[in-house]
């Protein structure tokens, strides 16, 4: 088990170095009340004026003038090339939730690795905020204050199967797979719940869902996160 170098009760809010605004650090800022940066997402955050709880990284693009903004004491470097920053930081990051900015744009193969992250880390409940929307591993359960309309993105990364109500098009009894079948461009007719037997699918879903879905995985209980490593997964979807 890593041990953490942040610990929270609340939300903590992840820099990474991709593509981010002022604008996306305020939304961090308004839900989380400790902030980590991976490496070079240190400097949107000592810009934006945040103070930074822990800098994460190999430190290969974060500069020497960002670094001289933090405490030393602050600043923890990896070394290993095994993992990207992003798997770096949200080992090192014991919270309810994370609300990460600054991974999603940019290069694709980076986005892919966040993905990939994501399912390596279940236990790690991690929501990535991009321009329009917001990725993450769907959880046990969830529900998702969607509207008529809404488009809800189903993307497994291996086989899954899982349950839904308030999608146009329902998932029960659908074997997922990211070879043979995938649920891209659903659509919400009103509030949305879904329910995933293994973590193993990405759920993208409107930006406006963040607040909601950010204090949905505060509660605490086994539908609202997967257990370390995924040891225990359920062996049928939940009804």
Not at 2 to 10: E, K, M, Q, W, Y
Not at 124 to 136: A, F, K, N
Request: glycine share 8%; with cysteine; proline share 8%.
């Amino acid at each position: 088990m890593t041990s953490p170098i942040v610990h929270s009760s609340d939300p903590v809010g992840l820099f990474g170095g991709g593509e981010a605004t002022f604008a996306d650090v305020a939304e961090v800022r308004a839900l989380a009340s400790r902030f980590v940066a991976a490496d070079g997402g240190a400097a949107l955050a000592v810009q934006a004026g945040l103070s930074l709880d822990a800098v994460i990284g190999d430190f290969d693009s974060i500069s020497a003038e960002i670094l001289a903004q933090i405490p030393s004491a602050r600043q923890h470097p990896i070394a290993e090339q095994d993992s990207t920053d992003f798997d770096k930081a949200l080992r090192h990051i014991l919270a309810p939730v994370v609300v990460a900015v600054g991974f999603l744009g940019g290069r694709v193969d980076h986005q892919l690795g966040c993905l990939s992250v994501l399912a390596r880390h279940p236990d790690r409940v991690c929501i990535l905020l991009g321009p329009y929307e917001i990725v993450m591993l769907c959880p046990p359960r969830l529900d998702l204050r969607t509207e008529l309309g809404d488009v809800v993105s189903l993307v497994p990364l291996a086989p899954v199967q899982g349950t839904s109500t308030g999608l146009r098009w329902q998932i029960d009894g659908l074997h997922f797979d990211p070879i043979e079948r995938i649920g891209t461009s659903n659509e919400a007719v009103g509030p949305v719940t879904l329910t995933m037997n293994a973590p193993s699918m990405i759920l993208i879903a409107p930006r406006r869902c963040l607040g909601a879905v950010t204090q949905a995985l505060l509660q605490p209980g086994p539908d609202a996160r997967w257990p370390a490593r995924a040891e225990r997964y359920r062996a049928q979807p939940q009804s």
